[in-house]
Each structure stands twice: as structure tokens, then as C-alpha cells.
């Protein structure tokens, strides 16, 4: 079976990089910055949604299914870059050549990648190979890579299952919780930037995992109901990371309770 990564990214906004292109002092501080770029956003477009550019990522959060294996984490420590645990991310890619599944990953999550990995110069030729790769196997990737919208080397379950339609788009935590899933626990989008600025990075990457399991969950039904797995398949991959969850359980609590809720 090929590796499966299922990931999920937190970000906040990038204060620095709004000073740069609004010429703000540095004396203004990070709130007033944030608030002042949405005040601009809005104005422009009636939303105080960021351009993807203007996202400083915080966490990115994976689970990696392979061989016989799940692992479940956040990339790097509290203490790491965004360079660093963006190169991390890429990093995997690499060495796994997984699907990579995500929940709106097309639109949100890979081009904040995208731009911040041009940002910091974080080099990655196998995410970008698209057939003209010194990969052995780089021909493949003409017709099946990273990058094309309807490839299968990226799998994003809410552009998929929406048939590519924004207006059919639903919230991950909505179909999480009606497939049975925890959903959402602790915090959900817009309040990683208040958390953030409390200093509570470790809530933050705790909840980017929760969404990193439920998106890899809602892939497993997906891949039931579309044949990739039968219904004894199906039961077995839920249980395997079920049981994976209870044996880091006690070392994590954010853990205890998605269990509880799943249960």
C-alpha cells in the first residue's frame, strides 16, 4: 500500500511581513498590526482572511501510515522555525513519496506551503517533480504528481467529495462528527492567533493533530465507500489507529479526550 500522510497546518499572521509591505514602525505592536492588515482585507474584499502569503505557519501536524506502521505528531518543537519544520514536511515527502490527504489542502494549506517555502528558500524537488526530475521514477509524475488538481498523489477530500464546486464545500468538523469521528476539540481556526499570542503554541499543535486524525479518518470512509477498501479492511485501519491513540494516551492528554469522544 502506497504511504499515506494526512496532515493539517495552523497558521497566524505573519506581523513581520505585514510591516515590510505596509511600512509599518516597528514600534506598532503585533496586535495592532494583525488587526490593521484585516482591516485592509476587509475593506478590499469584505473578509479579514489574509492572502495566503501574509500566513506564518505555526504547526504542521501529520499522520503517517506505512508498512505496518501509523505515527500521529506535530513537525519540530515549540522552539523550531517555520523554516525548519516547513522543510520537515517536504522532508517526509521525499523520503515516503506518500498520498497526501488533506481537508481543503488544495486551497489553503499547500499554497501557504508554497509561498512560505519560497519565502525561506526551503528547497523541495520531489513535492515539485512533475515528470523532468532526476528521480527514477520521475517520468511518473508527468501524469500523477503533487501538483495537478486531479491527480491522485494529493488527495484533497473537500475539493474531491464537493466535486471541485466551492459552494458544495462543508467544514471538516461537520463530517467528522456525522462519520462518527471527534471532530473538532479544544479550539478550532479563528482562535489560534489569540492562543498563539497568549504564547499556548502547545495547544495549538495539540489541536493540529486532532485535525490531522480526524482528516486521516474521514479519508479511511472515503476510501470505503469508494471501493480502495473493503468493509474488514475498512474496521481494521480505524482500529489500528485507535489502538495507536490508547498506547500514547497517557503520555498526551488531548489524546484521552478524542478517544473519549470517539468512543
Not at 48 to 63: G, I
Request: proline letters at 3%; charged letters at 25%; hydrophobic letters at 40%.
Amino acid at each position: 500500500m502506497m504511504p499515506i500522510l494526512a496532515f493539517d497546518i495552523e497558521t497566524v499572521p505573519d506581523v513581520q511581513a505585514v510591516r515590510l509591505l505596509y511600512g509599518l514602525p516597528e514600534n506598532v505592536s503585533d496586535e495592532e498590526v494583525a488587526e490593521y492588515a484585516a482591516q485592509q482585507r476587509r475593506a478590499k474584499t469584505g473578509s479579514d482572511f489574509m492572502q495566503h502569503h501574509l500566513h506564518r505557519v505555526v504547526a504542521v501536524s501529520c499522520c503517517l501510515r506505512w508498512g505496518e506502521r501509523i505515527h500521529i505528531g506535530t513537525l519540530g518543537s515549540e522552539q523550531d522555525s517555520e523554516a525548519s519544520v516547513i522543510a520537515e514536511f517536504f522532508r517526509l515527502v521525499g523520503e515516503y513519496t506518500p498520498r497526501l490527504v488533506s481537508w481543503n489542502g488544495g486551497g489553503f494549506d499547500l499554497p501557504v506551503l508554497h509561498y512560505r517555502s519560497l519565502i525561506h528558500g526551503v528547497a523541495a524537488p520531489r513535492y515539485w517533480d512533475v515528470g523532468n526530475g532526476d528521480f527514477h521514477d520521475s517520468r511518473d509524475f508527468k501524469w500523477d504528481n503533487y501538483l495537478n488538481r486531479y491527480h491522485q498523489r494529493h488527495c484533497d477530500l473537500m475539493d474531491m467529495l464537493s466535486l471541485y464546486q466551492s459552494r458544495a464545500a462543508v467544514p471538516l468538523d461537520d463530517m467528522a462528527k456525522l462519520c462518527g469521528f471527534p471532530g473538532k476539540l479544544g479550539m478550532d481556526g479563528s482562535q489560534v492567533w489569540t492562543a498563539f499570542q497568549a504564547g499556548n503554541l502547545k495547544e495549538i499543535r495539540d489541536y493540529c493533530e486532532t485535525d490531522a486524525a480526524n482528516t486521516y479518518l474521514v479519508y479511511l470512509r472515503f476510501c470505503l465507500i469508494s471501493g480502495a477498501l473493503d468493509r474488514e479492511s475498512y474496521e481494521a485501519e480505524t482500529e489500528k489507529l485507535r489502538e495507536y491513540l490508547y498506547g500514547i494516551a497517557s503520555e498526551k492528554p488531548h489524546w484521552e479526550e478524542f478517544l473519549e469522544e470517539w468512543s
